[in-house]
């Protein structure tokens, strides 16, 4: 059976400057914060929720999706929308090992069809538009 898949992007903040230090680091500083979260079921439109707007942005029935294994989650470099979120969410080593396996990257996968990692080159390589 195949599962249903979910494209994720976020938009964060830290005062850390993730080219220097690293996602690692970046999403460990104490004002590390996720800011808006876009995702879109299957092909279906896109939808962007602003945490900053949320009274209780961490609350898991805001996207009761996101921890289901049920759903795929996709995202261009992956490890950056998993690790991040492990951060802010706060999950433990063993949830996050888990979580893990919920999670495809479209930058691999580009590169494995030889294709570019940067999503901007691979958007003209497809002939996609900018937007």
């Given at each position: ?17 993730i ?16 800011l ?29 999706w ?14 950056f929308?998993w690790?991040?979120?492990?951060e ?7 949830d ?5 396996e919920?999670w ?16 901007a ?11």
């Open positions: 059976m195949t599962r249903p898949v979910i494209v994720v992007d976020i938009e964060t903040y830290s005062e850390q400057d080219g220097k230090v690293g996602a690692f680091r970046y999403a460990q500083d104490p004002g590390f914060e996720v808006l979260i876009a995702y879109a079921l299957d092909d279906n439109h896109p939808t962007c929720i602003d945490l900053t707007l949320e009274p209780d942005p961490r609350r898991r029935d805001l996207m009761p996101l921890f289901d294994p049920a759903y795929i989650k996709r995202a261009h470099n992956a490890a929308e690790w991040c979120l492990s802010w969410y706060g999950l433990s080593w063993a996050r090992c888990a979580w893990l919920q495809e990257c479209s930058m691999v996968h580009a590169l494995y069809c030889g294709l570019p990692a940067q999503l080159a691979l958007g003209k390589a497809l002939q996609q538009p900018e937007d």
